[in-house]
């Protein structure tokens, strides 16, 4: 089946700009992730969802990222007058459950940030 | 101290060779322990996970957990140059379902 997908692929920002990067999870998986990876790290968490509801925002760097998922299924992160330490690779990922099952990743949005 | 630690490398190893690798983690109530290996320009891509104490095998892969220790370890057997990547670990804590990442070891193998 079908895997995890993200559009668009490669964005390039204007500082200042607001972008908005989309994920498409595994049909039917309950639980979706948006995790940031800068170049040469490891990812690092951003948001939670399980169906709708937004559980756990912790991680977003701050109130110019926003995230939303209205139907449970397809999810959408914001980020509001980017800036230069916004360029990242965004990683979404999706999982079939609501407790701690594995995880699968898309291919992720190279945002450059000029 | 990080939530996950990896050494970052790069390790070198033959081909044929056994690669070895650790992460630590910080967070004594962990219980999911996952490992992914990345290819340059690719998104993470499972490869095993572990949840109790011991040695789990899955082809050329042997996962490792140590919760007394709170370390993780995965062994690549019979290692090839399509196993060239970075591997990270990451790690679920107790109460939650994000994972938390090491920061990738890269693993360079030389035919």
């Known amino acids: 089946g079908a895997g995890v997908s993200q559009s668009p692929r490669y964005k390039v920002a204007k500082r200042g700009q607001d972008v908005a990067l989309r994920c498409d999870p595994i049909?039917?998986?309950?639980?979706l992730f948006w995790y940031q990876q800068a170049l040469g790290q490891g990812p690092e968490f951003l948001t939670y969802?399980?169906?709708?509801?937004?559980?756990?925002k912790s991680g977003l760097p701050s109130d110019r990222f926003f995230a939303e998922r209205p139907e449970g299924s397809v999810s959408t992160l914001k980020i509001q007058r980017t800036q230069q330490e916004d360029s990242a690779v965004y990683l979404c990922?999706?999982?079939?459950?609501?407790?701690?099952?594995?995880?699968?990743f898309g291919p992720g949005t190279r945002l450059l940030v000029l | 101290q990080k939530e996950a630690e990896q050494n970052s490398g790069p390790l070198s190893v033959p081909e044929g060779a056994i690669a070895s690798l650790n992460c630590t983690y910080s967070d004594r109530g962990s219980q999911s322990f996952f490992w992914y290996r990345q290819y340059s320009g690719k998104s993470p891509e499972l490869i095993m996970f572990?949840?109790?104490?011991g040695d789990k095998e899955d082809g050329r892969f042997t996962a490792q957990l140590n919760k007394a220790s709170q370390y993780v370890s995965l062994l690549i057997r019979d290692s090839q140059p399509s196993d060239s990547a970075t591997y990270l670990c990451a790690v679920i804590a107790a109460a939650g379902n994000k994972l938390t990442f090491g920061g990738g070891t890269r693993v360079l193998v030389k035919p």
């Open positions: 572990i949840y109790s104490n």
């Open positions: 049909s039917g998986h309950v639980s």
């Open positions: 969802f399980q169906n709708e509801a937004q559980l756990d």
């Open positions: 990922a999706s999982s079939s459950g609501t407790f701690q099952e594995t995880q699968y």
